[in-house]
C-alpha cells in the first residue's frame, strides 16, 4: 500500500487501512497500485473492481475504452479477471444496469462513499483470498 506524501495512510470503505488493488497491471490515479485519491483526481478512481468481459464491452460503448493498449499512456489494455481503480460513478452507473463488476472492499478508497452507498459496494463484494 501507497500513501501519497503528507497524507495519513488512506482509509477504505470498511474503516480499515486502504489495500493494495493491483500492481499488474498496475492501476490508480496515482499509478501507485491502490484506490488513493486527491484533489486533481476529479473522477474519483476509488473503487477496486474485478472487470469483466460484460463491464470492458458495456465501458467501450460509452467511450471508455479499457480493453484497448495504449502504450503511449504505458497502459496495458484490461482483460477480464484485472482488478482496476474505476471511477465511482461510472461503477455506480454500472450497478444500476446491472453490469457492476465484483468489488475488492478492502481496496476500495472510503471516498467512494461520497458516490457510491455502501451497501451498493456490498452487494458486488468479492471474495478475496
Not at 11 to 38: A, Q
Not at 65 to 73: A, I, V, Y
Not at 111 to 116: H, I, P, Q, S
Amino acid at each position: 500500500m501507497s500513501t501519497p506524501p503528507g497524507q495519513a495512510p488512506a482509509r477504505n470503505v470498511l474503516g480499515g487501512t486502504l489495500g493494495s488493488c493491483s500492481t499488474d497491471p498496475m492501476t490508480g490515479f496515482f499509478r501507485d497500485g491502490c484506490c488513493n485519491t486527491g484533489p486533481m483526481d476529479t473522477g474519483s478512481h476509488t473503487v477496486c473492481a474485478v472487470v469483466t468481459a460484460e463491464f470492458l464491452a458495456h465501458s467501450k460503448y460509452l467511450g471508455n475504452d479499457l480493453s484497448t493498449p495504449r502504450p503511449e499512456f504505458r497502459f496495458p489494455g484490461l482483460k477480464p479477471g484485472d482488478r482496476w481503480c474505476l471511477c465511482a460513478a461510472r461503477f455506480l452507473q454500472a450497478h444500476e444496469e446491472g453490469i457492476a463488476p465484483q468489488v475488492d472492499l478492502s481496496a476500495t478508497h472510503e471516498r467512494a462513499l461520497d458516490v457510491v452507498p455502501l451497501a451498493v459496494l456490498q452487494v458486488h463484494a468479492a471474495t478475496v483470498d
